[in-house]
């Protein structure tokens, strides 16, 4: 079973360079998120997709962009890492009326 | 503004002994609902247990149970009968009260299991 699959799992950046994160769910779900861990630390909130088409600010979304170009897929752009963007990146998903959010496995980016 | 707090950063149990993992939260919303993710030191994040607010009973899940207690804000997991697999990292997290599911999670307790 897929459930929510990221791409790449480990990215080392320079600083300045741009890259872009893909998340993939083949359950149908309506919702996804965009999550980052910082080491010590629980996960925040970095971008929100209700459905296809739309988006919504998290609580950390500065220097990120994202794209819900289908049900399937929501992308995270980084266009200009910075070294605080060193993170472990998480997609999630979740059904419309369901109240289990669906992780992916991580994404560990590091940008020097 | 709502929030979650774990005050234990790490804890030891003896294997097969039960542990108690708290997490404290604040809202004014009186609609919300508690999670616990266990992440192992593989990385992922995997569910464990949910609780709403208007949810009558604690929720069970195997081993796993939700002590909610809603006057104290408090929604404490216990794991019954520790297994060695149980050493991680345990997250607590809450949703708002809209429709959107955006988790607030707290900064999470490492449990080891000793054998």
């Known amino acids: 079973n897929a459930g929510v699959t990221q791409t790449p799992k480990f990215q080392v950046l320079k600083t300045g360079q741009s890259m872009t994160l893909q998340c993939a769910q083949d359950?149908?779900?309506?919702?996804m998120y965009w999550y980052r861990q910082d080491p010590g630390m629980g996960l925040r909130l970095i971008y929100y997709?209700?459905?296809?088409?739309?988006?919504d600010k998290g609580e950390v979304p500065n220097g990120y962009n994202v794209s819900r170009l289908n049900k399937r897929e929501f992308s995270l752009r980084l266009e200009s890492a910075a070294p605080s963007q060193t993170s472990v990146y998480f997609c999630?998903?979740?059904?419309?009326?369901?109240?289990?959010?669906?992780f992916g496995e991580g994404s560990w980016l590091t940008v020097v | 503004a709502q929030k979650i707090t774990q005050t234990q950063p790490g804890m030891f149990v003896q294997e097969k002994e039960a542990v108690t993992l708290d997490c404290t939260y604040d809202?004014?919303?009186?609609?919300?609902?508690l999670f616990w993710y266990k992440q192992p030191s593989s990385g992922e994040m995997i569910f464990l247990i949910y609780?709403?607010?208007?949810?009558?009973q604690n929720a069970t899940e195997g081993r796993y149970s939700l002590n909610f207690q809603k006057a104290r804000k408090s929604a404490n997991l216990v794991i019954s009968a520790s297994q060695l697999g149980d050493s991680a990292m345990y997250f607590c997290?809450?949703?708002?009260?809209?429709?959107?599911?955006?988790?607030?999670f707290g900064s999470g307790t490492r449990l080891l299991v000793r054998p």
């Open positions: 359950m149908n779900h309506n919702s």
């Open positions: 999630a998903s979740r059904a419309a009326s369901g109240n289990t959010i669906y």
């Open positions: 609780q709403g607010s208007y949810d009558q």
């Open positions: 997290a809450m949703r708002p009260p809209d429709s959107s599911y955006k988790l607030i």
């Open positions: 997709s209700a459905s296809e088409g739309t988006t």
């Open positions: 809202t004014s919303d009186p609609s919300y609902g």
